[in-house]
């Protein structure tokens, strides 16, 4: 399958369902959204396009409904969008003990709810997300395990 780059910064796009992008679009917007296509997310932090198609169209940041966390100026940096907790609300709960996903589930209400598919930019759980900050934070104070 031929890999598809983003048309402003060349790098390579995730798959993501047209149900997820017209859910997360501005209203004005929703019925540009072509059903029947393929989207990409660009996951490059400083590129302003989100998502793009085949044909090189885009949406970009200004065009959603919600901040898209990992893209530069993200605020607030929403991690899990279903129950809307922030880096930050995650980064207090892991300061106050928090040490597994477990943990952060229960004291932030993180990734209960499970409509990812149409509320996460990504279309995904945001398990691995909490994941790679809950593994950012041990190696930044490995004394405290
Ligand atoms: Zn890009």
């Known amino acids: 399958m031929k890999k598809a780059l983003c048309p402003v910064c060349h790098s390579e796009g995730q798959n993501v369902l047209a149900l997820t992008v017209k859910h997360l679009v501005r209203?004005?917007?929703?019925?540009t959204?072509?059903?029947m296509a393929t989207y990409h997310l660009?996951?490059?932090p400083h590129c302003p396009?989100?998502?793009f198609d085949a044909f090189g169209k885009t949406l970009k940041k200004e065009d959603l409904?919600?901040?898209?966390?990992?893209?530069d100026g993200a605020s607030p940096k929403y991690i899990c969008y279903c129950s809307r907790v922030t880096e930050e609300e995650i980064r207090s709960a892991i300061h106050q003990g928090a040490k597994t996903l477990e943990d952060i589930?229960?004291?932030t209400g993180?990734?209960?709810k499970g409509s990812c598919l149409t509320e996460n930019p990504s279309g995904r759980c945001c398990h691995r997300e909490i994941a790679k900050i809950l593994e950012k934070a041990r190696r930044a104070s490995p004394q405290s395990q």
């Open 105 to 107: 589930q229960r004291m």
């Open 65 to 71: 409904k919600v901040p898209v966390w990992y893209k």
């Open 110 to 112: 993180a990734g209960s």
């Open 49 to 51: 396009v989100v998502y």
């Open 42 to 44: 660009c996951l490059n």
């Open 33 to 35: 959204v072509n059903e």
């Open 27 to 31: 209203e004005a917007l929703r019925d």
